[in-house]
């Protein structure tokens, strides 16, 4: 049977992109994102809640999308890859999500956030108890921005 979600090159299993998604989340929010004993492997193929992240290029790309984040979007992680961050809101809706990643880049993090997201078929769904965290490393250097929900009520 053909893996319908095989493993993609580069950052869903990389353990550096891992700590630094988990590290800057634990740093940030004083919690952890995944228990201990949980990995890269896990929170790409396994984690039942959407995990987001894109770059710090002036139109930021998607540099990471967990398997929930693939399914509830419908891209693939080729397509994610490749899509600017922008994207999973349409045009009415990206002001608020940009003065909310502004939000983010000034405090650090914002918790219980909701918005509203497009999938790549056109469908609407509100995100519901969203958290959006800087992406910082041990350095102080920004490397993105990441968020991650479970919770979503279709439009």
Known sequence: MEDQ????????ADLEFFKLLTGSFQRLLGKPLVSSEQGPDWLYRAAPF???????????L???ANIAAQTRFGYTWDEFTK????LSAEAPDRQERQRLLDAVARQGYI???RGLRVTKSGKHFWVENGIVWQLVDEHGRTRGQAAT???WTDV
């Open 5 to 12: 979600h095989p493993r993609p090159a580069g950052l869903a």
């Open 50 to 60: 959407v995990v987001l992240a894109h770059n710090t290029a002036p139109d930021p």
């Open 62 to 64: 998607f540099v990471y």
């Open 83 to 86: 899509l600017p961050s922008r």
């Open 111 to 113: 918790a219980d956030y």
């Open 149 to 151: 929900f479970s919770s």
